[in-house]
Nanobody, 119 residues
Framework: VQLQASGGGLVQPGGSLRLSCAGS????????VNWFRQAPGKEREGISC????????RYELAVEGRFTISRDRDRNTAHLQMNDLKPEDTAVYYC?????????????WGKGTLVTVSS
């Protein structure tokens, strides 16, 4: 089972990125999908979650109103649209599956993708 987050890169403050989470030999549709991030020198933190059905989402205060989580059941993927990015959003971003939101029963971690917000 492998999860992979992708879509990171270098962006200027105020810019946008769209992260994707995909699984190989793994049905992402069966699980809640969580996004975490780990900034340099800091602990990994959960920032958003979407339920199995996609009907329920959660955002932490640091990203609420700027980030949007979604899932595409036809493509077995999940996404994190990040707008109005700030330097403090710089981190390695990880997707992870779990039993339910928020961040409950994490059972698979994806390889991270680096997001750097800098002018």
């Amino acid at each position: 089972v492998q999860l992979q987050a992708s879509g990171g890169g270098l962006v200027q403050p105020g810019g946008s990125l769209r992260l994707s989470c995909a699984g190989s030999a793994f049905n992402l549709n069966d699980w809640a999908v969580n996004w975490f991030r780990q900034a340099p020198g800091k602990e990994r933190e959960g920032i958003s979650c979407i339920s199995v059905s996609g009907d329920s989402t959660r955002y932490e205060l640091a990203v609420e109103g700027r980030f949007t989580i979604s899932r595409d059941r036809d493509r077995n993927t999940a996404h994190l649209q990040m707008n109005d990015l700030k330097p403090e959003d710089t981190a390695v971003y990880y997707c992870a599956t779990g039993f339910m939101c928020p961040y409950v029963g994490i059972n698979n971690w994806g390889k991270g993708t680096l997001v750097t917000v800098s002018s």
